[in-house]
T-cell receptor, first 110, second 116 residues
Framework: DAGITQSPRHKVTETGTPVTLRCHQTENHRYMYWYRQDPGHGLRLIHYSYGVKDTDKGEVSDGYSVSRSKTEDFLLTLESATSSQTSVYFC?????????FGQGTRLTVV | KQEVTQIPAALSVPEGENLVLNCSFTDSAIYNLQWFRQDPGKGLTSLLLIQSSQREQTSGRLNASLDKSSGRSTLYIAASQPGDSATYLCAVPGGTTSGSARQLTFGSGTQLTVLP
């Protein structure tokens, strides 16, 4: 399996609090992605990175920010969590052999 | 922009049947296409990656084909087994809001159930 880990795996947080999810890779891949997966919507891209400090928005980026200060780490921050951000979040990395996914983070905002 | 469609959304077959899952995409300027499997409550597992220079890729009972000109890919599963029950997704480079090949866009998946 590709070396990609997400943390935490589960989190419950309160509305209005900031939350940071971490994605760590050991593959030295250039591209890293954050997706959310919701019933009826499939996988939707939040933000992605194409290098250290190089990031761009996806189709559902409002309310989220990202940072990539090292090749191996890609952080997703919910600036002020809302109930609509309750979801399963997946990180992915992509290189010459394709894309590989982490196991996901189940986030519940109460 | 890239849009990916998978039909059917759900499929139920008896064990032992051969089956085909479909994936279509709108922007044919892709350099590869990848098929994934997702079990309930789990992450996505890569099954096959087809480069644009290839027409087929095989792994065990799975065979994926790619026809860029028509914007289609198929995933063929031979002699299906109950353990094949999962959601199958395809993904291509390109974005839904921009054509950037840096992005990766997914279809909504086909939920497969193989009945014993």
């Amino acid at each position: 399996d590709a070396g990609i880990t997400q943390s935490p795996r589960h989190k419950v947080t309160e509305t209005g609090t900031p939350v940071t999810l971490r994605c760590h890779q050991t593959e030295n891949h250039r591209y890293m992605y954050w997706y959310r997966q919701d019933p009826g919507h499939g996988l939707r891209l939040i933000h992605y990175s194409y290098g250290v400090k190089d990031t761009d928005k996806g189709e559902v980026s409002d309310g989220y920010s990202v940072s990539r200060s090292k090749t191996e780490d890609f952080l997703l921050t919910l600036e002020s969590a809302t109930s609509s951000q309750t979801s399963v979040y997946f990180c992915a990395i992509r290189g010459g052999s394709g894309a590989f996914f982490g196991q996901g983070t189940r986030l519940t905002v109460v | 922009k890239q849009e990916v469609t998978q039909i059917p959304a759900a499929l139920s077959v008896p064990e032992g049947e051969n089956l085909v899952l479909n994936c279509s995409f709108t922007d044919s300027a892709i350099y590869n296409l990848q098929w994934f499997r997702q079990d309930p409550g789990k992450g996505l597992t890569s099954l096959l990656l087809i480069q644009s220079s290839q027409r087929e890729q095989t792994s065990g009972r799975l065979n994926a084909s790619l026809d860029k000109s028509s914007g289609r890919s198929t995933l063929y599963i031979a002699a299906s087994q109950p353990g094949d029950s999962a959601t199958y997704l395809c993904a291509v480079p390109g974005g839904t809001t921009s054509g950037s090949a840096r992005q990766l866009t997914f279809g909504s998946g086909t939920q497969l159930t193989v009945l014993p």
